[in-house]
């Protein structure tokens, strides 16, 4: 039962009750006070009753355009592979990432990534693509923001425990990381890279029609600071499908949705699933969720209230796309967010939330996307400028 439909019962009960108490009180001032509480308590219980419709058919209609939009989903290109390591409630060297990704394979049996008319390429080697040397290619860098306890001892101050730890990307961010100290191996919490698709025909049907998927990995942990509950090893197929700038992706990496590893092959931790079983747990959780939990999707189903408010507070600017920033913050601080474009770009740079990612198969981890953009001084009338981002949106600053 939705909190609409339960409001709406609760507001015609307490109408039911105080226009009862109005039809018998024989005071004049209590009769207009129950019967003022009589119609706010209706007009409460229709609007939230409108709500409720409005809400219901709304989702139907997500849940329809959901089930068209899978099959597209599926028979769409794979233009690129990204292949990502993240340390959401932690911390550690980049070299230490590294060193955790030794012997690290990442297997598509059958399916030819690099074009059909070159050697065929099956594997991933995530040892290569993680290494220090490679750091540099890399697509962005997180950092992390913590929020600690601390205790000091005369001139000694120890952290006491980790209360939140967050992780912040971007590409200005990975460098600033390079050209801080020790930017040859900076301190991170994520590090992603792009690894290209060079087959032109591969799509995602053909990778979900695989015999096996398989990610191979050593059993050593990794040195990380902070709770460190888990290390996401993601290896995402980008797809033709999207706007541009937020791509439709897939989570490919068996490590995603297997709770323990099918086997041990010479000391290596082996998790794999057949094709078939991937491509259904991979629709499942793309129907379950609105497109990798896009809430952003859902405006419409806020109801009729919001869609008013939306109207009357709606403008149409010009403005200068600075940059995407990556948080497993819902909701970062907007300072935290600034870092991740350059200076410039920071003056009265308004934040828009963007479709998220959580397909790393866990609740707790998602990446929440947010895009900066710079408001353009130059009127309307001059002239388009290449890379200005005109869209109606909600007045005020995130």
Not at 26 to 54: D, M
Not at 78 to 90: F, R, T
Not at 186 to 210: E, H, Q, S, W
Request: glycine share 8%; aromatic share 8%.
């Amino acid at each position: 039962m939705t909190i609409e439909i339960v409001t709406t019962i609760c507001a015609l009960i307490g109408a039911v009750v105080a226009g009862f108490g109005a039809a018998t009180v024989e005071s004049p001032a209590r009769k207009r006070t129950l019967g003022l509480i009589t119609a706010l308590c209706s007009i409460v219980g229709i609007v939230a009753g409108f709500e409720a419709k409005y809400r219901g058919d709304q989702l139907t209609q997500a849940r329809a355009l959901l089930e068209r939009r899978w099959p597209i989903i599926e028979a769409a290109k794979v233009v690129a592979l990204e292949v990502e390591v993240l340390l959401a409630d932690g911390f550690t060297k980049a070299s230490d990432i590294n060193s955790f990704l030794q012997d690290a394979v990442f297997t598509i049996d059958g399916v030819n990534i690099t074009d059909a008319s070159g050697e065929p390429e099956t594997r991933i080697a995530l040892s290569d693509v993680f290494s220090p040397a490679n750091i540099p290619n890399a697509a962005r860098l997180g950092v992390t923001r913590a929020t600690v306890v601390t205790n000091r001892f005369g001139s000694e101050k120890t952290i006491q425990a980790f209360r939140k730890i967050g992780c912040i990307a971007s590409g200005f961010i990975k460098q600033q990381a390079l050209r801080s100290p020790g930017g040859t191996d900076p301190t991170i919490c994520a590090i992603t890279f792009d690894y290209p698709v060079t087959n032109p025909g591969l799509t995602l049907d053909d990778v979900l029609a695989a015999e096996i998927i398989r990610l191979v990995l050593r059993p050593e942990n990794g040195v990380c600071m902070g709770p460190c509950e888990q290390v996401f090893i993601s290896v995402r197929a980008v797809l033709g499908t999207g706007d541009g700038l937020f791509e439709d992706m897939v989570e490919l990496s068996p490590l995603a949705y297997v709770e323990a590893p099918n086997r041990a092959d010479n000391g290596r931790l082996v998790y794999q699933l057949s094709g078939a079983t991937l491509a259904r747990i991979v629709a499942l959780d793309f129907k379950r969720s609105f497109g990798f939990r896009n809430q952003q999707s859902f405006a419409l189903t806020r109801g009729f209230i919001f869609g008013l408010y939306q109207s009357l507070t709606t403008r149409k600017s010009e403005m200068r796309y600075s940059g995407l920033v990556w948080s497993t913050d819902a909701k970062p601080d907007k300072a935290d967010l600034l870092e991740g474009v350059p200076e410039e770009d920071r003056s009265e740079v308004e934040i828009f939330a963007a479709p998220e990612w959580c397909g790393f198969g866990a609740e707790s981890a998602c990446w929440y996307r947010f895009a900066l953009f710079s408001p353009v001084a130059a009127p309307r009338e001059q002239v388009e400028h290449p890379g200005v981002f005109s869209k109606t949106q909600p007045v005020g600053k995130k």
